[in-house]
């Protein structure tokens, strides 16, 4: 009998870490939500409405949402692969394009480009 639970929790093992986590942090939230004096179960289906309730909702949470996947799959993509570096390249390249400048109004412009090839130079040179 022990042997068969055993067999079940390492089949369930992926899932239940996740699945606590999200209990808790609707727990918190809730617990939150509900200390400031609004009811927590309208605040989550105004989110859940927000975010899942139309099209344009679902747009804006993939569209948000999708550099965090992409994220997330590189670093397991990389840990699995044996290595364990959570971007410290990209954090001093993009230190590199912020300090030489580079616009934040969306231009694309040469400045840009070059202050972009800096970035690839010292992510680069990190390896």
Do not use: C
């Amino acid at each position: 009998m022990s042997q068969s639970r055993s067999a079940l929790y390492l089949r369930l093992e992926p899932f239940l870490l996740p699945v606590l986590n999200l209990g808790l942090a609707l727990l918190v939230s809730g617990l939150i939500i509900f200390s400031i004096g609004e009811n927590p179960l309208k605040a989550l289906q105004v989110i859940f409405q927000g975010s899942f309730g139309s099209g344009e909702g679902l747009g804006y949470t993939l569209f948000y949402s999708t550099n965090y996947i992409f994220t997330g799959l590189a670093v397991a993509v990389a840990y699995h692969a044996g290595l364990f570096n959570i971007d410290t390249s990209g954090n001093a390249g993009m230190w590199i394009y912020r300090w030489t400048g580079a616009p934040s109004n969306g231009h694309d412009t040469t400045h840009t480009k070059v202050a972009f090839e800096g970035n690839v130079v010292v992510s680069a040179k990190a390896f």
